[in-house]
T-cell receptor
Framework: AQSVTQPDIHITVSEGASLELRCNYS??????LFWYVQSPGQGLQLLLK??????LVQGIKGFEAEFKRSQSSFNLRKPSVHWSDAAEYFC????????????FGGGTRLMVKP | DVKVTQSSRYLVKRTGEKVFLECVQD?????MFWYRQDPGLGLRLIYF???????EKGDIPEGYSVSREKKERFSLILESASTNQTSMYLC????????????FGNGTRLTVT
């Protein structure tokens, strides 16, 4: 069975600073990988996804993520954080034909300092 | 845009009550899911359905059941609510199985007293 670890429960960055949120997964083959964002009181919104091909994936709101098979990682990055990026971020992995059965990490709560 | 609507944002129920959480999607999606969200645990899959009248257990089905009588509607049922079922419940849908992204509702925060 697949699993996902987000090592950082909370992260605080200053507005304008760069951001990297870590995600490590466990799965035997090439997984489907996703990042979702959840603003307070809202459901989850898809930021980006990786299925195959180019290991650097661009998403919405200026986010990108890089799939590194050797490290079993799929870290989310943004070069310059805006105050509106404060939210909770979830990494998720799906497996093969059952790709919709996503396993989620515990989430990372991002706070942005003015 | 896909819309997944959960009928209640907040619910307060008493221990032992039967609780229904309703979810409707408007995009003719085949697949529907119920997740539970708790701090530090992320989202955990309770039940899912790939077709009408079809259901499969997820990772934490105990104490829950589901119903899918129509394609657009997926209901989560707590047969006898307990305080450890106090949580945020999220419904999601997707178009096809192989890696199709999930579209989430805004969640129902259930408190069982």
């Amino acid at each position: 069975a697949q699993s996902v670890t987000q090592p950082d429960i909370h992260i605080t960055v200053s507005e304008g600073a760069s951001l990297e949120l870590r995600c490590n997964y466990s799965y035997g083959a090439t997984p489907y990988l996703f990042w979702y964002v959840q603003s307070p009181g809202q459901g989850l919104q898809l930021l980006l996804k990786y299925f195959s091909g180019d290991t650097l994936v661009q998403g919405i709101k200026g986010f990108e993520a890089e799939f590194k098979r050797s490290q079993s990682s799929f870290n989310l990055r943004k070069p310059s954080v805006h105050w509106s990026d404060a939210a909770e971020y979830f990494c998720a992995v799906g497996a093969g034909n059952a790709g919709n059965m996503l396993t989620f990490g515990g989430g990372t709560r991002l706070m942005v300092k003015p | 845009d896909v819309k997944v609507t959960q009928s209640s944002r907040y619910l307060v129920k008493r221990t032992g009550e039967k609780v229904f959480l309703e979810c409707v999607q408007d995009m003719d999606h085949e697949n529907m899911f119920w997740y539970r969200q708790d701090p530090g645990l992320g989202l955990r899959l309770i039940y899912f359905s790939y077709d009408v009248k079809m259901k499969e257990k997820g990772d934490i089905p105990e104490g829950y059941s589901v119903s899918r009588e129509k394609k657009e509607r997926f209901s989560l049922i707590l047969e006898s609510a307990s305080t450890n079922q106090t949580s945020m419940y999220l419904c999601a849908s997707s178009f096809y199985r192989g890696g199709s992204p999930l579209h989430f509702g805004n969640g129902t925060r259930l408190t069982v007293t």
